[in-house]
Nanobody, 121 residues
Framework: QMQLVESGGGLVQPGGSLRLSCAAS????????MGWYRQAPGKERELVAR???????DYVDSVKGRFTISRDNAKNTVYLQMNNLKPEDTAVYYC???????????????WGQGTQVTVSS
């Protein structure tokens, strides 16, 4: 019943920009973490960026200064603004959120369906 729907991927040239969005729907009491992972062919999935409910933000070193993560709490949405894209950024990008549906219930991790980002000239 909980769904995370991603959008914004595509094909861009090196140096270009993309903005990814991920919106959660379902019964949501609180969201502790929102973030983005990516996985390139033949490589392990890696954490790209995350933001917590108290505003703590982390980025993987390779995207610092180029990517910006942000959130809209009212819309249960997380964004990833990607600037100065490089071929090495090519991957499937997955959003995730740690969500609690009630005050007493457990928190769980949820994942978006993935969106392809391809950076090529």
């Amino acid at each position: 019943q909980m769904q995370l729907v991603e959008s914004g991927g595509g094909l861009v040239q090196p140096g270009g920009s993309l903005r990814l969005s991920c919106a959660a729907s379902g019964k949501i009491f609180s969201i502790s973490v929102m973030g983005w992972y990516r996985q390139a062919p033949g490589k392990e999935r890696e954490l790209v960026a995350r933001i917590t409910n108290i505003g703590s933000i982390d980025y993987v070193d390779s995207v610092k200064g180029r990517f910006t993560i942000s959130r809209d709490n009212a819309k249960n949405t997380v964004y990833l603004q990607m600037n100065n894209l490089k071929p090495e950024d090519t991957a499937v990008y997955y959003c995730y959120m740690n969500i609690r549906s009630s005050d007493y219930g457990p928190d769980r991790n949820y994942w978006g369906q993935g969106t392809q980002v391809t950076v090529s000239s």
